[in-house]
């Protein structure tokens, strides 16, 4: 299985980015088999008996607010990231380009009309589909549209895994 994995995230397709090659393919290995892939999952169980709005958190410059990455690593985004977008969090000093700006506004008005409706679908924002469909919430590249989890996350591969 370690062979399969390293050929499925070799570090050199990593290289360019700043970091650790060897370091940045490990990370998406924790990334899709702890995290994405283990959540879909849960999401197509809960979809069964209750609507679900999937989303994924997908901003590559996420500020370190918690200050646990070396300078030279990005964490781009991981898990809890998204929360000082949300949230004012006492002790932490979070400073917000204004795409990030605009990103936070949008989230917080998705969280807001969840809390009060069960669906964060509100006029002005781009629509939010029921999973199977995914929201990607981002700054930048694409901004907030929908993705392709299990494929961005190799699911197939690690569902097939033996």
Request: glycine share 6%; hydrophobic share 30%; with cysteine.
């Given at each position: 299985m370690a062979?399969?994995?390293?050929v499925r995230y070799p570090p050199r397709a990593y290289s360019g980015q700043s970091g650790s090659p060897a370091a940045l393919a490990w990370a998406a290995v924790g990334t899709d088999v702890g995290w994405v892939c283990p959540t879909l999952a849960a999401d197509r169980l809960l979809a069964r008996h209750v609507?679900?709005?999937?989303f994924e958190f997908a901003?590559?410059?996420?500020?370190?607010?918690?200050?646990i990455f070396p300078k030279d690593?990005?964490?781009g985004a991981f898990h809890g990231s998204e929360?000082?977008?949300l949230f004012d969090i006492e002790g932490t000093s979070v400073q917000l380009d204004s795409a990030q700006r605009n990103l936070s506004e949008s989230m917080i008005i998705y969280w807001a009309a969840f809390a009060a409706q069960g669906d964060p679908n509100k006029a002005g924002l781009p629509r939010w589909p029921r999973f199977p469909a995914t929201q990607s919430l981002d700054s930048a590249r694409g901004?907030?549209?929908?993705t392709d989890l299990a494929a961005g996350?190799?699911?197939r591969f690690w569902a097939s895994r033996t």
């Open positions: 062979r399969r994995v390293y609507p679900v709005f999937s901003e590559p410059n996420v500020p370190d607010f918690l200050g690593y990005p964490p929360l000082p977008l901004g907030i549209s929908q996350h190799q699911c």
